[in-house]
């Protein structure tokens, strides 16, 4: 426990864990005393009592009449004003917004309050040389190329309404009207005009598609399936659906010939070869990128497990926080609000594993950054942004503004400090070429 004081404030703090501390406050009778005149000055200013001056009003009358309700309002006041004192005087660096746990103040008399606060651990990096990590290789195949291509070709195929008479099979594409019902009711969901479906794909129940082979334009048939027992919905769950299904009209995708001229309809491409080039190109940059990810993750664990760490819940529950908001914003617009709402519930409960591993290697790699004087120049700041603006196709400064202020510039200092710490450890690690990550 360590001690201090001075002519306002008495400190005490305690360590309670390497992430938390308590701060016990005393403030001086003299201080809580000038909290009172100040919050009574401030009401006879305020308020209107019948038969007083504004401004005039005796301190015994406001006290009569609101003296109970001003208590907290002084509370607050005398925290507000103490707290970073009695922070510096403890020497910690908060994290997060402390917890506050006080006895009602009263003129005349000290007032004690109880401050936990979430700290910073104190990071012991170990022998930082001869970390261990995987890098997968970094390898794309002709078959690979040459599947994508097709992928890229069936795409683009165009959709030709078959002649009449024709019957549908696997990988034809209709277009029907239906109506589900279960025990005879139709549910949510359940009905649709115009829908889409390709026979073969697996996209709707199971059963659906296959009991559409055979059937021709403008016949009507009724399909039998059943729900699936892990069902997204429980309510139809394991149960039997009929569809009654109308048969609007019957098409077939045409596929292009693989050749020059395929090549310059999907993108700017001189002839297929480039087109193909493009492809390895595209796949060689996700797989290196990949490739990356896995080479940090596999260094990370390997730090983290020379030097485990205690991570201030409040910095996970802000980078939880951080990646929910993300996802809402990427989700609103495209998902039902009751369908978003559900699935972040259940994200805020399955990504936090992921939120304390990022809490984590940000914590040791700023350590690191710390232990090697790292640093991140103006120079190099203003050319990430350069490179940022230009990527996007704007001015630097209307990058900038959208940030606010130096909000970006503050992001990429730590972001830029990360990776150079990054590549000292990967410089110091013992790197094994994989192919089974």
Same mark, same amino acid.
């Given at each position: 426990?360590?001690s201090?004081?001075d002519?306002?404030?008495?400190?005490a703090s305690?360590?309670?864990?390497?992430?938390?501390?308590?701060?016990?406050?005393?403030v001086?009778a003299a201080h809580?005393?000038?909290?009172y005149?100040?919050?009574?000055?401030d009401?006879?200013?305020?308020?209107?009592?019948?038969?007083?001056?504004?401004?005039k009003?005796?301190?015994?009358?406001?006290e009569?009449?609101?003296?109970a309700?001003l208590? *907290?309002?002084? $509370?607050q006041? /005398?925290?507000?004003?103490?707290? !970073?004192? %009695?922070? +510096?005087k403890a020497?910690? &660096?908060?994290v997060?917004e402390?917890?506050?746990?006080?006895?009602?103040?009263?003129?005349?008399?000290?007032?004690?309050y109880t401050a936990?606060?979430?700290v910073?651990?104190?990071v012991?990096?170990?022998?930082?040389?001869?970390?261990?990590?995987?890098?997968?290789a970094?390898?794309?195949?002709? *078959?690979?190329? $040459?599947?994508? /291509?097709?992928?890229?070709r069936? !795409?683009? %195929?165009? +959709?030709?309404?078959e002649? &009449?008479?024709?019957?549908?099979a696997?990988?034809?594409?209709?277009?029907?009207d239906?109506?589900g019902?279960?025990?005879?009711e139709?549910?949510?969901?359940?009905?649709?005009?115009?829908?889409?479906v390709?026979?073969?794909?697996?996209r709707?129940?199971?059963?659906?598609?296959?009991?559409?082979?055979?059937?021709a334009?403008?016949?009507?048939?009724e399909?039998?399936v059943?729900?699936?027992?892990?069902?997204?919905?429980? &309510?139809?769950?394991?149960k039997?659906a009929?569809?009654?299904?109308?048969?609007?009209t019957?098409?077939?995708?045409q596929?292009p010939?693989?050749?020059?001229e395929?090549?310059k309809?999907?993108?700017?491409?001189?002839n297929?070869?480039?087109l193909?080039?493009r492809?390895?190109?595209?796949?060689?940059?996700?797989?290196?990128?990949?490739a990356?990810?896995?080479?940090?993750?596999?260094?990370?664990?390997?730090?983290?497990?020379?030097?485990?760490?205690?991570?201030?819940?409040g910095?996970?529950?802000?980078?939880?926080?951080?990646q929910?908001?993300?996802?809402?914003?990427?989700?609103?617009g495209?998902v039902p609000?009751d369908?978003?709402?559900?699935?972040?519930?259940?994200?805020?409960?399955?990504?936090?594993?992921?939120?304390?591993?990022?809490v984590?290697?940000?914590?040791?790699?700023?350590?690191?950054v710390?232990?090697?004087?790292?640093?991140?120049?103006?120079?190099?700041?203003s050319?990430?942004?350069?490179?940022?603006?230009?990527q996007?196709g704007?001015?630097?400064?209307?990058?900038?503004?959208?940030?606010?202020d130096?909000g970006?510039e503050?992001?990429l200092r730590?972001?830029?400090?990360d990776?150079?710490?990054?590549?000292?450890?990967?410089?110091?690690a013992k790197?094994?070429?994989?192919?089974?990550?």
């Open positions: 426990m360590a201090s004081e002519s306002s404030i008495t400190v305690t360590e309670e864990s390497p992430v938390l501390h308590s701060l016990e406050v005393s001086e809580v005393t000038r909290a005149e100040r919050a009574y000055q009401l006879s200013k305020q308020v209107r009592i019948k038969g007083f001056r504004p401004g009003v005796p301190r015994s009358v406001l009569r009449m609101y003296g309700s208590v *907290e309002q002084i $509370e006041t /005398l925290v507000g004003e103490t707290l !970073r004192d %009695a922070v +510096e020497g910690i &660096e908060p997060t402390p917890t506050i746990d006080a006895r009602p103040p009263v003129a005349g008399e000290p007032f004690q936990r606060i979430e910073k651990p104190t012991v990096l170990p022998e930082i040389s001869g970390l261990s990590a995987k890098k997968p970094v390898n794309v195949e002709d *078959e690979e190329v $040459e599947s994508e /291509l097709e992928n890229l069936e !795409r683009n %195929a165009p +959709e030709v309404e002649p &009449e008479g024709t019957l549908a696997e990988g034809s594409l209709l277009f029907i239906y109506v019902r279960v025990d005879g139709t549910f949510e969901g359940g009905s649709a005009q115009d829908a889409r390709e026979v073969g794909s697996g709707f129940i199971p059963g659906f598609e296959e009991q559409l082979v055979g059937a334009a403008g016949e009507d048939r399909l039998r059943s729900f699936p027992e892990d069902y997204g919905n429980a &309510e139809l769950a394991g039997e009929v569809f009654q299904v109308h048969v609007d019957l098409k077939r995708k596929m010939d693989l050749d020059d395929f090549a309809d999907v993108g700017d491409f001189e297929l070869e480039g193909r080039q492809i390895r190109d595209d796949l060689s940059e996700s797989r290196e990128q990949a990356k990810a896995e080479l940090k993750r596999t260094l990370m664990d390997s730090l983290i497990e020379r030097a485990p760490l205690s991570v201030p819940p910095l996970v529950d802000r980078e939880l926080s951080r929910i908001h993300s996802a809402r914003h990427r989700l609103e495209s609000d369908a978003m709402q559900s699935q972040l519930a259940r994200w805020q409960q399955e990504w936090r594993p992921r939120a304390e591993r990022e984590t290697e940000a914590l040791l790699l700023e350590a690191v710390k232990s090697e004087g790292i640093e991140v120049s103006d120079e190099d700041i050319a990430r942004i350069g490179e940022m603006a230009a996007q704007i001015d630097t400064g209307v990058l900038k503004k959208a940030y606010g130096d970006l503050k992001a730590v972001q830029m400090a990776e150079k710490a990054l590549e000292f450890l990967v410089s110091q790197i094994e070429d994989a192919t089974d990550t």
